[in-house]
């Protein structure tokens, strides 16, 4: 340890830190601009100077390293007096003009100008001519602002991977740049938001809520994003009764970030709130009492085809909606409607992974924050782009800081395809094809061959590669190179998502041979692949095998009765699902918003937004996280447990439900923040071949 | 004795009236504070001349040639020259029009207004032209103290003419200061 005295205080410290975190972990507060915890220092704002017994002169602390002995003064007059003229020279080379800014009350540079007693600039101003560039939809850069602290330049690097964000010019001429030079709306950015959140004025902000009158404080609230399986810790800021924005927070999993629908997907603009039941009559939507809507189903239920054969009806429930929901539902449709047909927009794609695990739950899968560790992934169907933005974040960081590899399996183009080591594109239907070709040019190599089993290995090498190249369209060639990558990298992660082609079990079990084939991680022991599927709720839905109805493929002519949970989501359900919906003759629906599935229902209930209730919610790692609830229900809107409880009561169910005793036990098992223990440990799986296409 | 007491003077050039609302926000302290100065000119007593005084509070940036002639002639007549509010100490919401050239300032509020049919930029000899830029007014003159707020509250206000009238330069150590 490192002994230094800071401000007649002693303080020791590990080798490698700087001045600033040795004055921090002793609670000096040292003023900065530019530093940002998570990010690299590069010493822009002079905020943080220090002086140093024996040094010439002041030296920025966040990146003078700390030595033994050293005695460092953080509070001088003259320091004082240097930060403020700083101060007054960020002022006076752009234009800050504090009570027309969105960031007042609540910006780093105004802060400090009243820290340091700025009562006015004695520079003169330079009144720059600046542009503010508005062509990106949800995120401002106000140039005038900007103090080319270069913070959002380095999460956007460093953090996000991006990388769309830089500085162009020098001196006086400095400006942040999107790519080279275009504007934001029209560049490589993927409107994570990152930028907004780390920016210390109100030159990066967000244009939802830039005309909102901001108070000082806003109290934030910690709860969990229910958009994907990463299950993201966010930060909601409340102004009233409204939400102001979403910062990503520091959750095990996104560790700080949040991709585009955690930070403005939550927050944009939706259709109207349905607000009281409706139900058909007549031909039209009309507003009923809950009571009438509930002895409608309760009709339907006692007559036609359904009353006969119960098995005539199934559910829908939405994977955004907490533990609690999904097992209710489950229940509901079981024990009160009488069918085992209830499932998930995802249903295909979770049972299809349930079934390649075996059929029930596993733990000990890869984790988000394996990537930062992984030396090569491999994307099987997946594009983490699309909906589980922090993951494609932290390979992205792979890729390009550590020059890690990337081996994509994907029938289509992603934003990695460019930058993939190997890129193979199996044609339609046939990746889990590619995928057991690729474990037979891996069985090449000694280790992965010594965990096959012997009937493994000699169904493998029966397996012609000019076959799977017929029908993959992919060059063995190709594959060998892959499978050379893989064998070789240290820590490999396989990611699979619901880009797999070849429906049923197929894909999901072939990509789980290939990460059993790489063995478990040396250090951690867990296997190294992660299923990534959908909302907050896809991992529990999987595991609860809630896939027993999927709305994209049933066959209309079997169902009569159709409840659908679609929460608050915007598109509920695929165009395929929609359609067969129409065809159903009597749905019952539970949803937020006036979506297009509202003119297809028979019974319309409201429900509440994700905002709104709390809940349970595992992500794709297994980790168990509770949401919190943000914002007061509408107090006439029940929400799904109790809609459902009312509904089952007017259906004859005696009693009340509660809703943790139909929560699956193995939810019991782990509290918050821990991972599931339950089932067996994905790396005593076994390796098991899928059937080959035709067979 | 009205000769024992301070003799004082307020203005705004380029303001929005704000920090004399704040001002008069004073209110019965007014009553103290006219027991210690007298009001000479000001927007409050439209007294027109500016006569020696030893404090002379200016609202307002300089943002014409009037602002400027009115500003110099308060720095000739006053001993004490305070900038009351951002606008005389930041330059502030004024200053927004400085990414702009004058001329097309003009064009917009008075003949490219949405509202307008024919309007013209008022062109007469009377009417006093804009300068190339809104300045704060220390870029023009020697400024004593600056009081900042948009507006200032009647707190600071009075927290600063209690620090001038004790001969201290206020620095706003003791009561919060504010830009907006």
């Keep these: 340890m490192l002994k230094l005295t800071i401000d007649d205080k002693a303080v020791e410290i590990a080798p490698g830190a700087t001045i600033?975190?040795?004055?921090?972990?002793?609670?000096?507060?040292?003023?900065?601009?530019?530093?940002?915890?998570?990010?690299?220092?590069?010493?822009?704002?002079?905020?943080?100077?220090?002086?140093?017994?024996?040094?010439?002169?002041?030296?920025?602390?966040?990146?003078?390293?700390?030595?033994d002995g050293m005695v460092v003064r953080t509070q001088t007059p003259a320091l004082a007096n240097l930060r403020k003229q700083t101060l007054e020279l960020l002022f006076a080379e752009r234009n800050h003009i504090c009570p027309a800014c969105t960031r007042s009350g609540h910006c780093d540079l105004q802060n400090l100008g009243y820290r340091f007693g700025m009562t006015h600039v004695r520079y003169p101003y330079l009144h720059p001519t600046l542009p503010v560039d508005q062509s990106h939809p949800q995120i401002a850069l106000d140039h005038n602002r900007c103090i080319l602290c270069t913070r959002c330049v380095r999460v956007c690097d460093e953090r996000i991977g991006v990388h769309t964000l830089d500085v162009r010019g020098r001196g006086g001429e400095s400006m942040v740049v999107a790519d080279h030079g275009v504007p934001l709306g029209e560049s490589s950015c993927i409107s994570c938001g990152a930028c907004i959140q780390v920016c210390p004025t109100g030159a990066l902000f967000e244009k939802r809520t830039s005309h909102w009158q901001h108070t000082d404080d806003v109290p934030r609230i910690r709860t969990v994003c229910p958009s994907c399986d990463v299950g993201c810790a966010i930060d909601v800021a409340l102004q009233g009764d409204a939400i102001l924005d979403v910062h990503a927070a520091d959750g095990p999993a996104n560790r700080g970030l949040v991709c585009r629908h955690g930070r403005f997907g939550l927050v944009q603009a939706r259709p109207a709130r349905l607000m009281q039941p409706r139900l058909l009559k007549a031909g039209t939507l009309q507003p009923v009492d809950a009571s009438e809507a509930y002895a409608a189903v309760a009709n339907r239920l006692t007559t036609g085809l359904v009353a006969a054969d119960r098995q005539r009806?199934?559910?829908?429930?939405?994977?955004?909606?907490?533990?609690?929901?999904?097992?209710?539902?489950?229940?509901?449709?079981?024990?009160?409607?009488?069918?085992?047909?209830?499932?998930?927009?995802?249903?295909?794609?979770?049972?299809?992974?349930?079934?390649?695990?075996?059929?029930?739950?596993?733990?000990?899968?890869?984790?988000?924050?394996?990537?930062?560790?992984?030396?090569?992934?491999?994307?099987?169907?997946?594009?983490?782009?699309?909906?589980?933005?922090?993951?494609?974040?932290?390979?992205?960081?792979?890729?390009?800081?550590?020059?890690?590899?990337?081996?994509?399996?994907?029938?289509?183009?992603?934003?990695?395809?460019?930058?993939?080591?190997?890129?193979?594109?199996?044609?339609?239907?046939?990746?889990?094809?590619?995928?057991?070709?690729?474990?037979?040019?891996?069985?090449?190599?000694?280790?992965?061959?010594?965990?096959?089993?012997?009937?493994?290995?000699?169904?493998?090498?029966?397996?012609?590669?000019?076959?799977?190249e017929g029908a993959t369209g992919c060059a063995w060639t190709d594959v060998k190179a892959a499978a050379a990558r893989i064998v070789s990298a240290e820590r490999p992660v396989l990611l699979a998502g619901t880009g797999l082609t070849r429906?049923?079990?197929?894909?999901?079990?072939?990509?789980?041979?290939?990460?059993?084939?790489?063995?478990?991680?040396?250090?951690s022991g867990r296997l190294g692949l992660m299923f990534l599927l959908g909302g907050a709720g896809a991992m529990p839905a999987t595991f609860m095998g809630l896939d027993a109805f999927d709305p994209t493929t049933f066959d209309p002519q079997s169902v009569d009765l159709l409840v659908l949970l679609v929460g608050d989501e915007d598109k509920p359900l695929p165009k395929a699902a929609r359609e067969r919906i129409q065809a159903v003759p009597f749905t019952v629906l539970l949803a937020t918003y006036e979506t297009p599935l509202v003119d297809q229902a028979d019974v319309v209930l409201p429900a509440p937004a994700w905002s709104e209730r709390q809940g349970t919610f595992v992500n794709a790692e297994g980790r168990v996280q509770q949401a919190a609830r943000v914002l007061a229900k509408p107090t006439t809107i029940p929400d799904e447990v109790e809609t459902l409880a009312r509904l089952g009561e007017a259906l004859g169910r005696e009693g009340v439900v509660d809703a943790m005793a139909s929560v699956p036990a193995w939810m019991d098992q782990a509290g918050e923040g821990d991972l599931l223990p339950v089932g067996r440990p994905a790396r005593d799986l076994r390796i098991i071949l899928p059937d080959s296409e035709g067979a | 004795m009205a000769d024992e007491k301070i003799q004082l003077a307020t203005v705004w050039l380029c303001g929005c009236a704000g920090c004399h609302m704040s001002l008069l926000d004073l209110d019965e302290r007014l009553i103290e504070l006219a027991e210690v100065a007298d009001l000479t000119t000001s927007p409050v007593t439209d007294v027109k001349a500016v006569p020696p005084v030893d404090l002379a509070l200016v609202e307002g940036g300089v943002a014409n040639e009037d602002n400027l002639r009115i500003l110099k002639e308060f720095r000739r007549q006053a001993k004490v020259l305070?900038?009351?509010?951002?606008?005389?100490?930041?330059?502030?919401?004024?200053?927004?029009?400085?990414?702009?050239?004058?001329?097309?300032?003009?064009?917009?509020?008075?003949?490219?207004?949405?509202?307008?049919?024919?309007?013209?930029?008022?062109?007469?000899?009377?009417?006093?032209?804009?300068?190339?830029?809104?300045?704060?007014?220390?870029?023009?003159?020697?400024?004593?103290?600056?009081?900042?707020?948009?507006?200032?509250?009647?707190?600071?206000?009075?927290?600063?003419?209690?620090?001038?009238?004790?001969?201290?330069?206020?620095?706003?150590?003791?009561?919060?200061?504010?830009?907006?």
């Excluded at chain 1, 900065?32 to 704002?45: I, K, Q, R, W």
């Excluded at chain 1, 994307?379 to 890690?404: F, S």
């Excluded at chain 2, 032209?129 to 509250?153: M, N, Q």
């Design chain 1, 20 to 67: 600033l975190e040795a004055a921090r972990a002793v609670g000096i507060d040292i003023p900065t601009l530019c530093h940002e915890d998570g990010l690299s220092d590069v010493g822009a704002c002079r905020m943080c100077i220090v002086e140093i017994e024996g040094a010439r002169r002041p030296v920025p602390s966040c990146t003078t390293p700390a030595e």
């Design chain 1, 313 to 468: 009806a199934a559910g829908v429930v939405s994977t955004r909606l907490p533990v609690e929901v999904l097992a209710v539902f489950k229940d509901f449709m079981t024990n009160v409607i009488g069918t085992t047909r209830a499932g998930t927009p995802l249903a295909r794609h979770t049972r299809a992974v349930r079934q390649a695990l075996g059929g029930e739950a596993v733990h000990g899968l890869a984790r988000v924050a394996d990537l930062d560790d992984a030396d090569l992934t491999v994307t099987v169907g997946c594009d983490p782009d699309e909906i589980q933005g922090v993951v494609g974040m932290a390979l992205r960081r792979g890729l390009y800081h550590r020059k890690a590899n990337l081996v994509e399996v994907n029938a289509g183009e992603t934003g990695f395809s460019d930058h993939a080591t190997v890129r193979l594109q199996p044609r339609y239907g046939s990746d889990a094809t590619l995928l057991t070709g690729l474990l037979k040019a891996m069985a090449g190599y000694t280790p992965v061959r010594d965990r096959l089993d012997e009937a493994t290995r000699a169904a493998l090498e029966a397996l012609d590669p000019r076959d799977m």
């Design chain 1, 503 to 523: 429906p049923g079990e197929a894909g999901p079990r072939a990509a789980l041979n290939l990460a059993l084939a790489c063995g478990p991680d040396a250090e």
């Design chain 2, 82 to 180: 305070v900038a009351l509010g951002d606008c005389a100490g930041f330059g502030c919401v004024p200053m927004m029009r400085n990414a702009f050239p004058a001329q097309d300032v003009l064009d917009r509020a008075y003949a490219l207004t949405e509202s307008t049919a024919s309007g013209a930029v008022p062109q007469d000899d009377e009417l006093p032209r804009l300068t190339d830029k809104v300045r704060p007014i220390h870029e023009h003159v020697k400024v004593d103290a600056h009081i900042p707020g948009c507006p200032p509250s009647a707190d600071v206000i009075w927290y600063a003419i209690q620090e001038l009238l004790a001969g201290r330069t206020p620095t706003f150590e003791d009561v919060p200061m504010s830009y907006t």
